[in-house]
């Protein structure tokens, strides 16, 4: 199931104004003495959201909350909640860029964020982390990164196998099916691939028909065929 952004964040907001939610903090504040000082999650969240600050600090508060959500009690899940809010600004520009990169539609894009940020703290090595949050928000881009390479290597291993089965009966077919996943994974470079990988074109003789100089084709071909290795690498 796929969710808008801020329809993920507002659910988290109204998840903290519940009374189990409330009690759940407050069994959080009793338990370490990192969170003890806050008398609501409105004053924990702009503590951590605020520019200034100890980074030391903020640092210990996520430690104590990624350590209550991996619990096995019912403040676990009050303390997810709090460090995926706690986390939401780095998360966001995570969303933003993965967005850039064409990793899939907006809200799946954003559904993709929340289990994997959820799934990172639960499954955070705590004794061989040091800054929390630099460390949630790197394995969740990447790990959504790697998942979309294996995708997009599936689906260009399965279109070569269509195409060499629609080819002999419909013209075109094969170009069709490769530029189309090829854009996935190269991006405006799936012509140039095409032209010299596949239709044996010289990298020379491509570079005219698109307006690049020689050696600017050269290194867009070479950019292009090693994403394409991390791609297959991922893959298998």
């Known amino acids: 199931m796929s969710f808008e952004w801020h329809e993920i964040h507002d659910s988290l907001v109204m998840t903290t104004n519940t009374l189990s939610f409330q009690k759940s903090f407050e069994t959080l504040r009793h338990r370490d003495p990192a969170l003890g000082r806050f008398t609501d999650p409105a004053a924990l969240l702009d503590m951590l959201h605020a520019r200034a600050g100890c980074a030391e600090r903020k640092n210990r508060i996520l430690w104590a909350l990624v350590a209550a959500a991996q619990g096995d009690d019912l403040t676990s899940d009050g303390a997810v909640t709090l460090a995926l809010l706690a986390l939401w600004p780095g998360l966001d520009a995570v969303r933003r860029r993965l967005s850039w990169r064409k990793s899939g539609r907006p ?12 799934e990172t703290l639960r499954g955070l090595d705590l004794d061989r982390v040091s800054r929390i949050a630099a460390t949630v928000l790197r394995n969740v881009e990447r790990d959504a990164l790697r998942a979309h390479c294996r995708e997009a290597a ?14 002999a009966s419909t ?18 470079d799936a012509d140039l691939v095409l032209r010299v990988a596949v239709e044996g074109f010289t990298q020379r003789e491509v570079a005219g028909t698109l307006g690049l100089s020689e050696a600017a084709a050269r290194k867009r071909y070479q950019r292009a065929t090693r994403r394409l290795r991390e791609a297959f690498d991922e893959f298998v």
């Open 171 to 188: 013209p075109g077919a094969a170009a069709i099916f490769l530029r189309r996943d090829l854009g996935r994974l190269v991006g405006r």
């Open 154 to 167: 599936r689906a260009l291993v399965a279109a070569n196998v269509e195409a060499e089965e629609l080819a």
């Open 107 to 118: 809200d799946e894009v954003s559904s993709e964020v929340l289990a994997r940020a959820t």
